[in-house]
């Protein structure tokens, strides 16, 4: 079945350590990738994305994501983590190939920032 | 422009009512998307528009669940009757195209009793 998986629930990291989110999909071309962010009590606002071309990703807050398509991966990462970046991640998917304009969306990833 | 715009913010109601929450996209926006998070079930799309229209209503769990997008500038999503399992947050979400980026309004916390 096609999905998009997120194997981590939760992470904690200290605050100035690096960060590794995974996500992996399962479909039979490559879709448009997604990272987005959603703080405490609110709605979720877009990292990055990716649709072609270099498969390494910048967007905003300094974060950024590698496309892997021999892992079927699309891992966020950011050097340096800081206190406010204490949130839930949500990998997405979108199959512009198959007449779906819908994003699937994985689980989520809750981050945690000790000091 | 203030963004997405949704109410109320939080809804208390009581088994068996009417519930119907509101949403204001970003003018110029083309999509609207209603979306329901839990803690069971995460992230779900329940419906979405084009211009007005609904193009996709597969995700909607069933009958007591309806979406209207009268115009550009307002959606709603209504429960009737409402069910203590609808207890969620639900968001609306904009976008200039299927996969531009999608805004998020703020979301209501509903509560069924």
């Known amino acids: 079945a096609q999905s998009v998986t997120q194997p981590d629930i939760h992470i904690t990291v200290s605050e100035g350590a690096s960060l590794e989110l995974r996500c992996n999909y399962s479909?039979?071309?490559?879709?448009?990738l997604f990272w987005y962010v959603q703080s405490p009590g609110q709605g979720l606002q877009l990292l990055l994305k990716?649709?072609?071309?270099?498969?390494l990703v910048q967007g905003i807050k300094g974060f950024e994501a590698e496309f892997k398509r021999s892992q079927s991966s699309f891992n966020l990462r950011k050097p340096s983590v800081h206190w406010s970046d204490a949130a839930e991640y949500f990998c997405?998917?979108?199959?512009?190939?198959?007449?779906?304009?819908?994003?699937?969306f994985g689980t989520g990833t809750r981050l945690t920032i000790i000091p | 422009d203030a963004g997405v715009i949704q109410s109320p913010r939080h809804e208390v109601t009581e088994m068996g009512q009417e519930v119907t929450l509101r949403c204001k996209p970003i003018?110029?926006?083309?999509?609207l998307f209603w979306y329901r998070q839990t803690m069971m079930r995460g992230l779900e799309l329940l419906i979405y528009?084009?211009?007005?229209?609904?193009?996709?209503d597969s995700g909607m769990p069933e009958d007591r669940f309806s979406a209207k997008m009268p115009n550009a500038s307002f959606s709603t999503l209504k429960i009737q009757p409402s069910e203590p399992r609808d207890s969620a947050v639900y968001f609306c979400?904009?976008?200039?195209?299927?996969?531009?980026?999608?805004?998020f309004g703020p979301g209501t916390r509903l509560t069924v009793l």
């Open positions: 979400a904009s976008s200039l195209g299927p996969y531009n980026e999608q805004f």
């Open positions: 479909y039979g071309a490559t879709p448009y």
């Open positions: 990716y649709f072609s071309g270099d498969t």
């Open positions: 997405a998917v979108g199959l512009p190939n198959f007449g779906n304009e819908k994003l699937t």
């Open positions: 003018s110029g926006h083309d999509y």
């Open positions: 528009f084009n211009n007005n229209v609904p193009i996709d």
